[in-house]
């Protein structure tokens, strides 16, 4: 939000409210902006193990939905014994102390605990009021904090637990993708959202990198070294048309064909796509798995895998892991290498273009790598 609509917000408390809804297509008038933090992998992700934890208040609609993967669906048929169904996560309406005083105190708010899937260093984060038209908070604050293991609500809400404040109280707009750029340098693992003084959040979407603890990447011994989950990293792509290459390092099998990369059909002879991701750190790299789930007309043709220990911006130079392969569709393919290759980069060509649904790097930290990853967790506060 621009100093001018803070300063507009602050003056008008609906300056930020979206048109009543009008019929036809609910996200005709949705306001979004451009955020370049959204290419980063969302820490949330229910896929990563993200989950609501807590909420002080959920009368209206269910704080499990902050962290739904689609997006907010609007009925406006769609009502229960407690009002208007929503999407989202909301909360009642405050009120004052007494006749004399109706509205809450300037402190008063509700809250939610959101636990990372996948902790690390939260670059930005998007608080979405999608059909939260007249009902969204009028500003939103946020904090974040790093405490390990599966610590319960009542442990994360004690005394002892420093939050550190990522977004000041702040004006947001209804019906909207606000977008809110962090800059701190630290590994957090839960974040807490909350609403000034009530209202409704569609989705939150806290985007970052992965910082994973190097002491338990090193129990594990073997492996995927490019695991989002384990801090590996899509850097750059030829074409990301339909999906985020990111989707190929996720945990899990696909579920559906646009659970991956896809690109679009490439019409230039001579040409191919291609995909960039920098491992959790310098690892040795034994096995390989491609999978093409779910990619049945649409998939690559051929695959070629290269590999460079360091960085290929200053440099490093690229070898070859795999050779140029053919590829079958809806299949999962398995490449055990003859010597293990020591890299910190992977670039997966796709011969003409096509799909990958999954990839994975099985292998080890080398004492490089582990010592690399220990010095920045330790860096971040881990």
């Given at each position: 939000?621009?100093?001018?609509?803070?300063?507009?917000?602050?003056?008008?408390?609906?300056?930020?409210?979206?048109?009543?809804y009008g019929g036809g297509d609910p996200y005709a008038d949705y306001r979004t902006?451009?955020?370049?933090?959204?290419?980063?992998?969302?820490?949330?992700?229910?896929?990563?193990?993200?989950?609501?934890?807590?909420?002080?208040?959920?009368?209206?609609?269910?704080?499990?939905?902050?962290?739904?993967?689609?997006?907010?669906?609007?009925?406006?048929?769609?009502?229960?014994?407690?009002?208007?169904?929503?999407?989202?996560?909301?909360?009642?309406?405050?009120?004052?102390?007494?006749?004399?005083?109706?509205?809450?105190?300037?402190?008063?708010?509700?809250?939610?605990?959101?636990?990372?899937?996948?902790?690390?260093?939260?670059?930005?984060?998007?608080?979405?009021?999608?059909?939260?038209?007249?009902?969204?908070?009028?500003?939103?604050?946020?904090?974040?904090?790093?405490?390990?293991?599966?610590?319960?609500?009542?442990?994360?809400?004690?005394?002892?637990?420093?939050?550190?404040?990522?977004?000041?109280?702040?004006?947001?707009?209804?019906?909207?993708?606000?977008?809110?750029?962090?800059?701190?340098?630290?590994?957090?693992?839960?974040?807490?959202?909350?609403?000034?003084?009530?209202?409704?959040?569609?989705?939150?979407?806290?985007?970052?990198?992965?910082?994973?603890?190097?002491?338990?990447?090193?129990?594990?011994?073997?492996?995927?070294?490019?695991?989002?989950?384990?801090?590996?990293?899509?850097?750059?792509?030829?074409?990301?048309?339909?999906?985020?290459?990111?989707?190929?390092?996720?945990?899990?099998?696909?579920?559906?064909?646009?659970?991956?990369?896809?690109?679009?059909?490439?019409?230039?002879?001579?040409?191919?796509?291609?995909?960039?991701?920098?491992?959790?750190?310098?690892?040795?790299?034994?096995?390989?798995?491609?999978?093409?789930?779910?990619?049945?007309?649409?998939?690559?043709?051929?695959?070629?895998?290269?590999?460079?220990?360091?960085?290929?911006?200053?440099?490093?130079?690229?070898?070859?892991?795999?050779?140029?392969?053919?590829?079958?569709?809806?299949?999962?393919?398995?490449?055990?290498?003859?010597?293990?290759?020591?890299?910190?980069?992977?670039?997966?060509?796709?011969?003409?273009?096509?799909?990958?649904?999954?990839?994975?790097?099985?292998?080890?930290?080398?004492?490089?790598?582990?010592?690399?990853?220990?010095?920045?967790?330790?860096?971040?506060?881990?």
């Amino acid at each position: 939000m621009s100093l001018d609509e803070t300063n507009a917000a602050n003056a008008d408390p609906h300056a930020n409210d979206a048109a009543p809804y009008g019929g036809g297509d609910p996200y005709a008038d949705y306001r979004t902006g451009d955020f370049p933090f959204t290419e980063l992998v969302d820490l949330a992700d229910r896929r990563l193990g993200g989950g609501v934890v807590a909420a002080n208040d959920e009368f209206f609609a269910e704080r499990e939905n902050l962290l739904v993967r689609e997006r907010a669906v609007f009925d406006p048929e769609h009502f229960g014994h407690k009002g208007k169904i929503m999407d989202g996560w909301e909360t009642r309406r405050r009120r004052g102390a007494d006749a004399e005083n109706v509205f809450p105190a300037p402190e008063d708010h509700d809250w939610a605990i959101v636990r990372l899937g996948a902790p690390g260093v939260i670059r930005g984060i998007i608080v979405d009021t999608a059909h939260f038209r007249g009902n969204y908070p009028q500003r939103v604050s946020i904090q974040a904090t790093a405490v390990e293991g599966s610590p319960s609500p009542e442990q994360l809400l004690a005394d002892d637990v420093k939050w550190e404040e990522l977004v000041a109280p702040t004006p947001v707009r209804g019906h909207a993708a606000n977008g809110f750029a962090i800059d701190a340098e630290r590994r957090f693992t839960h974040v807490r959202v909350c609403q000034h003084p009530d209202g409704g959040i569609a989705r939150l979407r806290v985007h970052g990198e992965v910082v994973a603890d190097p002491e338990w990447l090193e129990l594990l011994g073997t492996l995927d070294l490019i695991a989002v989950v384990n801090g590996g990293v899509y850097e750059d792509a030829s074409d990301k048309f339909y999906s985020s290459p990111t989707q190929i390092i996720l945990p899990g099998t696909s579920r559906k064909m646009d659970d991956g990369w896809e690109n679009r059909r490439r019409r230039v002879r001579g040409t191919n796509d291609w995909v960039r991701f920098r491992l959790a750190a310098q690892g040795a790299v034994r096995a390989v798995e491609i999978d093409t789930a779910y990619l049945k007309g649409n998939s690559a043709g051929w695959i070629a895998l290269q590999g460079c220990n360091g960085d290929p911006a200053k440099g490093a130079e690229w070898f070859e892991i795999i050779p140029r392969t053919k590829l079958q569709p809806d299949t999962l393919h398995r490449f055990k290498l003859p010597a293990q290759a020591v890299v910190t980069h992977v670039r997966l060509d796709a011969f003409p273009d096509g799909g990958v649904a999954r990839m994975r790097l099985h292998g080890a930290l080398t004492e490089q790598g582990a010592a690399d990853l220990r010095a920045r967790y330790a860096a971040l506060g881990g």
